[in-house]
């Protein structure tokens, strides 16, 4: 499972990034978590507002910091 | 509407022995009264505004707003840059969306220069130290300088001044739909009010201490002279150094409420306000990644002399 996490940088996509680990290593799957922070790849996933968290290539979520439990039901579903 | 709360910051400054006429009295009472008073309508706010949020759907909004041309572009861009949230992160992202979707870039504007004024917790803690009347027209003000700004830099064409690769820029399609169940919403309205409060809480403490100062020691009216409503240069000295200044805008909510009972103009108040959220040289630094200086330029001229009108009709009117 490949997961990324979208944004140029701000506090709220730092977090989630943190977020994001914090949910891989509670479910112990296989998963690596890739940062996006290059404007233009951000940009094809149609993001129009950041954090958004990608899992294997679809966007589940865009323009809000989740939390480690909700990402790990969108890890499971 | 909060009376139940002065009766108790009342109360709390008797309890630990001060005199309520007292400097020391008067300011803790209002800071007790002020940040009660400011949490619950922050929260309240953001509760609702979140809950309302979780139904909107940009990437259908920009479409809408693309669809629509003249001034009804600029007031569609206008009202969506009232509901999304307030990170300066996304400007640039939005921006681009917009551009690659055909909106011209005067209506992306008339969203850029909204969407900072105007938000649920400026808002909230208006209400909070205003009451409706002002809190409603701060919002209208908000909403008539983007729709006009974003007109008016129009008329520049500037177009010219969008850096090229932001035409170039392929957006993906994504119709992601963000939540699954009312519970859901519900739980990421908590979540946000969490956040939000969390984020800000000590920008308004240090504003309402200050205020609380102000309330305590400054006299009565000792402020009317210099920046009082028949000031005429008043607005635009505020305006202006507000321009580069960037504190959590919500800080000064609480200050610029003590100003006012000190005798500054209302309006000089919030045109200063307005101009600390919607002007700041973070704001250009990000805004630099997709248009030209000039335009940056325009865009500050535009949005600092709007801001200076409303405070002129503010001081009118009030």
Known sequence: MIIKVLGTGCSKCKKLEQETIKAVKETGIEATIEKVTELKDIMEYGVMMTPALVIDEKVVSSGRLIYSKEIIKLIKG | ?318
């Open chain 2, 1 to 318: 509407m909060f009376h139940f709360l002065e009766v108790f910051g009342e109360f709390i400054t008797r309890s630990v022995g001060l005199d309520l006429d007292s400097h020391w009295g008067e300011a803790l009472t209002f800071f007790i009264y002020d940040t009660l008073k400011i949490i619950i309508m922050l929260s309240i706010m953001i509760f609702l505004i979140s809950y309302l949020r979780s139904y909107i759907n940009p990437t259908k909004l920009k479409k809408v707003i693309s669809k629509v041309s003249g001034l009804g572009g600029h007031i569609l861009a206008s009202i969506f840059g009232i509901v999304t949230p307030f990170c300066s992160c996304s400007s640039v992202p939005m921006f681009i969306a917009f551009v690659e979707a055909g909106i011209p870039v005067g209506v992306t504007l008339s969203f850029l220069i909204t969407s900072p004024i105007v938000n649920e917790a400026a808002f909230a803690i208006l209400l909070a130290s205003f009451g409706w009347k002002i809190a409603v027209i701060y919002v209208i003000c908000g909403l008539v300088v983007g729709i006009v700004g974003g007109i008016v830099i129009g008329l520049f064409k500037p177009r010219k001044w969008v850096e090229p690769y932001v035409f170039e820029m392929k957006f993906g399609n994504s119709a992601e739909e963000q939540f699954s169940s009312q519970n859901d919403r519900l739980k990421w309205s908590i979540d946000q009010v969490k956040d939000i409060v969390g984020r800000v809480w000590y920008f308004v403490l240090i504003g309402i201490g200050i205020g609380a100062v102000i309330h305590g020691w400054v006299p009565d009216g000792a402020l009317a002279n210099i920046a009082g409503s028949d000031n005429p240069f008043s607005v635009i000295v505020a305006v202006i150094v507000g321009i580069p200044l960037y504190s959590n805008a919500l800080g000064t909510i609480p200050i610029a409420e003590a100003l006012i009972n000190k005798g500054v103009g209302i309006g000089t108040a919030l045109a200063f306000m307005m101009s600390v959220t919607a002007l700041s040289l973070p704001e250009c630094i990000i805004l630099k990644k997709v248009i030209k200086p000039k335009l940056i330029a325009i865009f500050i001229a535009t949005t600092g002399i709007g801001i200076i009108l409303v405070g002129y009709v503010f001081n009118l009117l009030f």
